[in-house]
């Protein structure tokens, strides 16, 4: 995560619209159309730091936020996964009668699921929009 950013324009209700900076962080990083093109960002002065346009901030996210979007993006399509695997032969029992669900049966189901929630945690994260800015933490330098 980048977190040294230049200021560009203050918003509304605490909002600053900010512009990453290119720093140690970007050298490994593989998404650089973002720093290159320098694509405006809007993030929160909760703290009302005395920023202005010019001014160098690091801003951090929420440690809730992360660890939320970590759960769902990682643990519930495990656990889908997993559940897959487990509810398979009583799918196939429900659906087929008396034949047994292979081994085969379980890996469908267990790829099925994780897919599939997969893309539904993809789905939300792209489509539905939620406020979920970061805030400013701290000024580094005050710029002209």
């Known amino acids: ?15 600053v619209e900010v512009v990453p900076l290119i720093t140690d962080a970007c050298i490994g990083c593989r998404n650089s159309e973002c720093t290159k ?10 703290q009302k730091l005395p920023v202005y346009p010019g001014a160098i901030v690091k801003i951090s996210a929420s440690a809730v936020r992360q660890a939320l979007q970590a759960l769902l993006s990682l643990c519930l399509p495990l656990a889908a996964a997993i559940a897959g695997y487990i509810l398979t032969p009583k799918i196939c029992a429900s659906i087929d009668g008396a034949k047994a669900a292979t081994e085969a049966t379980r890996i469908a189901g267990v790829f099925i699921s994780f897919f599939a929630t997969s893309i539904l945690v993809l789905i939300f994260n792209r489509f539905i929009k939620t406020e979920r800015h970061a805030t400013i933490t701290e000024i580094i330098t005050y710029g002209t």
């Open 1 to 15: 995560m980048r977190n040294t950013v230049k200021v560009i324009a203050i918003k509304e209700n605490n909002a």
């Open 37 to 46: 093109q320098g694509h405006p960002f809007v993030v929160h002065n909760t």
